[in-house]
T-cell receptor, first 113, second 109 residues
Framework: DVKVTQSSRYLVKRTGEKVFLECVQD?????MFWYRQDPGLGLRLIYF???????EKGDIPEGYSVSREKKERFSLILESASTNQTSMYLC????????????FGDGTRLSIL | QKEVEQNSGPLSVPEGAIASLNCTYS??????FFWYRQYSGKSPELIMF????GDKEDGRFTAQLNKASQYVSLLIRDSQPSDSATYLC?????????FGAGTRLFVKA
């Protein structure tokens, strides 16, 4: 089974801090994704990457950046955390090619105070 | 913008009944369709996928796809309290997957 591991289940940070969320997958997947999930809004794509050092903006990239230095690791960075970034963050991966389902990590519930 | 629409619910059914969850999508070129189940506080898990028009059955679950109507549904037969969760419809959109906001299902014992 694919294992997608997110570094923290719960995280509390203060406004203005730089926050790093880490995600590692163990199945050599080409594609990796970061979503945030808020009640009533569903899953919204922040950024995705289809190869090492490649990144593409999703639907809500503002206030975020990403890094993919190694194939198995995809990091989400909140450059200067704000309270409206309090949310559940989900990392996912898929193999290369079309028509692939997403494999999700357990999620990180981030609170910005 | 590509969209996936679901009724947010909650949908409440008695134990043993059939639960019917529906989803419409806007991109006529979409080829792959997925249903995920998400328990409260957990991450989504894949339960069904369908690529061709018609029905696809897996145990108590049946996915139905009608590309002409841009409609996909999930039927859960003999619903159990353990099926109580939010069900997310997802549609392939190139590299990305477009998710609906989900339908909450309650199965009453």
């Amino acid at each position: 089974d694919v294992k997608v591991t997110q570094s923290s289940r719960y995280l509390v940070k203060r406004t203005g801090e730089k926050v790093f969320l880490e995600c590692v997958q163990d199945m050599d997947h080409e594609n990796m994704f970061w979503y945030r999930q808020d009640p009533g809004l569903g899953l919204r794509l922040i950024y995705f990457s289809y190869d090492v050092k490649m990144k593409e903006k999703g639907d809500i990239p503002e206030g975020y950046s990403v890094s993919r230095e190694k194939k198995e690791r995809f990091s989400l960075i909140l450059e200067s955390a704000s309270t409206n970034q309090t949310s559940m963050y989900l990392c996912a991966s898929t193999p290369g090619g079309a028509n692939q389902p997403q494999h999700f990590g357990d999620g990180t519930r981030l609170s910005i105070l | 913008q590509k969209e996936v629409e679901q009724n947010s619910g909650p949908l409440s059914v008695p134990e043993g009944a059939i639960a019917s969850l529906n989803c419409t999508y806007s991109d006529r070129g979409s080829q792959s369709f997925f249903w995920y189940r998400q328990y409260s506080g957990k991450s989504p898990e894949l339960i069904m996928f369908i690529y061709s028009n018609g029905d696809k059955e897996d145990g108590r679950f049946t996915a139905q796809l009608n590309k002409a109507s841009q409609y996909v549904s999930l039927l859960i037969r003999d619903s159990q309290p353990s099926d109580s969760a939010t069900y997310l419809c997802a549609v392939e959109g190139g590299f990305k997957t477009i998710f609906g906001a989900g339908t909450r299902l309650f199965v009453k014992a």
